[in-house]
């Protein structure tokens, strides 16, 4: 059915179907497509790279329908936006929640209750609270380091130069578990103008230890987790091109 079939609009205008949630499951098994295509024109392996749908402004009910395709790990920006679909979706076994957004340390509290990898973390002092609150609740976190490769100033992520000294903190967090770099490029309408950033988060990993003591590197989005696969991505969070554009 065309997308402007009267009929169709009417059902979804109502609620009796929604548009984004049959589209789930096709669109993901496109992103999958796209996934082993560029892995391959680089020399790898499809399962070298993980998917995390970012589910962001999306109803619980759209996680449902890509689980039932087989995702498991979600991202989401906004703690207590995170909160609410971890319980609401208690019930689906095996859920991976990413927090991927700017973190308030005032945040840390209820982001340490349900996520499993914390993807931004750009500052000590987040750290240290993540820490604490991870170790009350008698958990441990991954984290990633988040670095502003673009340095945007619109965008969270430490500079290049303080990485160093961060992930000597995290070291010092007994609750966190360092486990990679995580970046957002700036947007640049030819994808492949972005490689550049992508390959200097992944130098910035190997001039600290590279891949065997920071394993993950969390790079690209729907408009150029091609490029970022290219460079050695071995996370890519995408969202839009999964759920559809965001109101
Ligand atoms: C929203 C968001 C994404 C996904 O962006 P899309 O362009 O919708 O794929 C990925 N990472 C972060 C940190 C985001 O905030």
New binding site residues.
């Given amino acids: 059915m065309s997308p402007w079939c009267p009929r169709r609009q009417l059902a979804v205008s109502c609620g009796v179907i929604s548009e984004d949630l049959g589209n789930v499951a096709p669109r993901l098994d496109e992103v999958r497509h796209r996934i082993a295509s560029a892995a391959a024109r680089a020399g790898r392996g499809p399962e070298e790279v993980r998917l995390i749908a970012?589910s962001?402004g999306k109803p619980a009910e759209a996680i449902r329908a890509a689980y039932a395709a087989g995702q498991r790990d979600f991202?989401e920006?906004y703690a207590q936006e995170l909160v609410e679909k971890a319980e609401a979706l208690a019930d689906l076994d095996g859920l991976v929640w990413h927090a991927?957004?700017q973190l308030q340390r005032n945040k840390a509290k209820l982001v340490a209750r349900v996520a499993h990898v914390v993807?931004?973390v750009d500052r000590e002092e987040l750290a240290v609270e993540l820490d604490r609150r991870a170790a009350a609740l008698n958990r441990t976190l991954d984290v990633l380091i988040e670095v502003n490769v673009g340095g945007e100033a619109s965008k969270g992520g430490c500079a290049s130069g303080d990485f160093a000294p961060l992930l000597a903190a995290i070291a010092r967090c007994a609750h966190l578990r360092p486990i990679g770099l995580m970046t957002?490029a700036p947007f640049l309408e030819d994808p492949n103008d972005v490689a550049p950033f992508f390959a200097q988060l992944r130098a910035l990993r190997d001039a600290h230890g590279g891949r065997a003591v920071l394993p993950e590197l969390s790079m690209g989005?729907?408009?150029d987790f091609e490029a970022a696969i290219a460079e050695g991505a071995t996370w890519i969070?995408?969202?839009?091109?999964i759920f559809g554009a965001?109101g």
């Fill in positions: 970012v962001k991202g920006n991927i957004g993807q931004s957002i989005m729907s408009h969070r995408v969202g839009t091109a965001r």
